[in-house]
């Protein structure tokens, strides 16, 4: 069974950095062909894609957010992801998902797997 897992500090601060893990178990992300991406959910508004990394490596961006988010993968099949000069915006549940196929869809029935989420929450 494959299970993602998000993880994260929960509270951060404006102009902070956020770095957050999705522990993968079931499923090599480096030896599986699967996209896996970063998604988020802000209170009262719709999913938005961030980010995914192939599992050869490529990464891909949204624009919006290119320039203050990395996102990259480590040998103990993790997930990461980093998100700079974080504001009151950033507030939302970020959730890891996969897909066999490049797709910067925010609509889980499109990822094969999908993680139950983590808070993050930016304020003083």
């Known amino acids: 069974q494959v299970q993602l897992q998000e993880s994260g500090p929960g509270l951060v601060k404006p102009s902070d950095t956020l770095s957050l893990n999705c522990t993968v178990s079931?499923?090599?992300?480096?030896?599986?062909?699967?996209?896996w991406s970063w998604i988020r959910q802000a209170p009262g508004k719709e999913r938005e894609w961030i980010g995914a990394v192939s599992y050869t490596g490529l990464v891909y961006w949204s624009p919006a957010l290119k320039s203050r988010t990395t996102i990259s993968k480590d040998t103990s099949n993790t997930l990461k992801l980093e998100m700079k000069y974080l504001r009151p915006e950033d507030t939302a549940v970020y959730v890891c998902?996969?897909?066999?196929?490049?797709?910067?869809?925010?609509?889980?029935?499109?990822?094969?797997?999908w993680g139950q989420g983590t808070q993050v929450t930016v304020s003083s």
């Open positions: 079931g499923k090599s992300i480096t030896a599986s062909a699967h996209y």
């Open positions: 998902a996969a897909t066999k196929w490049y797709s910067n869809s925010v609509n889980p029935s499109q990822y094969e797997y």
